[in-house]
T-cell receptor, first 109, second 116 residues
Framework: GQNIDQPTEMTATEGAIVQINCTYQTSGFNGLFWYQQHAGEAPTFLSYNVLDGLEEKGRFSSFLSRSKGYSYLLLKELQMKDSASYLC??????????WGAGTKLIIKP | GAVVSQHPSRVICKSGTSVKIECRSLDFQATTMFWYRQFPKQSLMLMATSNEGSKATYEQGVEKDKFLINHASLTLSTLTVTSAHPEDSSFYIC????????????FGEGSRLTVL
């Protein structure tokens, strides 16, 4: 079956670095997405990886290892506004997104 | 970037009535639109996939006669919740994939439905 696993909740300190891991199993693979979702709002796109390696975009970076079915989202210089849920989603061979349950990130001062 | 507008953002209705939610791609043509529902503290659950000019494909367990989806043009898809019940109260979100089909989805703002 198709499955996405990511931690339910993480806590980090303002100014620090946090890494949110995601493992996936899909029928075929056409890329891995990370979305940020604040409570009561729709998700906003953060990153897309389809090749192995690290993609850096400002304070956020995303890594993919296709052979391991593994990705992580790295957030640096954490700010209070980064408190949100982070959704990992893998695209299968039919170009459908398989969503993880999301990781709730709590930032403490 | 591409913009998807969803309306209404919040709607409260009485049990037994029908509610229509619109999803529009404002600056691009969307070949495919997706409708999700999300319960509190849970992930997005895909309800159906709609392609312009054809019938929607519903996910297992989603009643197609209850959740009517119309994708009449490349910029508009509508979801109608018919004979709504309190258990239909949820956050409904649409997303669209552009013609370039880069894979990225553009999300609407979401619609919070409360059925009394």
């Amino acid at each position: 079956g198709q499955n996405i696993d990511q931690p339910t909740e993480m806590t980090a300190t303002e100014g620090a670095i946090v890494q949110i891991n995601c493992t996936y199993q899909t029928s075929g693979f056409n890329g891995l997405f990370w979305y940020q979702q604040h409570a009561g709002e729709a998700p906003t796109f953060l990153s897309y990886n389809v090749l192995d390696g690290l993609e850096e975009k400002g304070r956020f970076s995303s890594f993919l290892s296709r052979s391991k079915g593994y990705s992580y989202l790295l957030l640096k210089e954490l700010q209070m506004k980064d408190s949100a849920s982070y959704l990992c989603a893998a695209m299968d061979s039919n170009y459908q997104l398989i969503w993880g349950a999301g990781t709730k990130l709590i930032i403490k001062p | 970037g591409a913009v998807v507008s969803q309306h209404p953002s919040r709607v409260i209705c009485k049990s037994g009535t029908s509610v229509k939610i619109e999803c529009r791609s404002l600056d691009f043509q969307a070949t495919t639109m997706f409708w999700y529902r999300q319960f509190p503290k849970q992930s997005l659950m895909l309800m159906a996939t709609s392609n312009e000019g054809s019938k929607a494909t519903y996910e297992q367990g989603v009643e197609k006669d209850k959740f009517l989806i119309n994708h009449a043009s490349l910029t508009l898809s509508t979801l109608t919740v018919t004979s709504a019940h309190p258990e239909d109260s949820s956050f409904y979100i649409c997303s669209a994939r552009g013609l370039a089909d880069t894979g990225e989805l553009f999300f609407g703002e979401g619609s919070r439905l409360t059925v009394l």
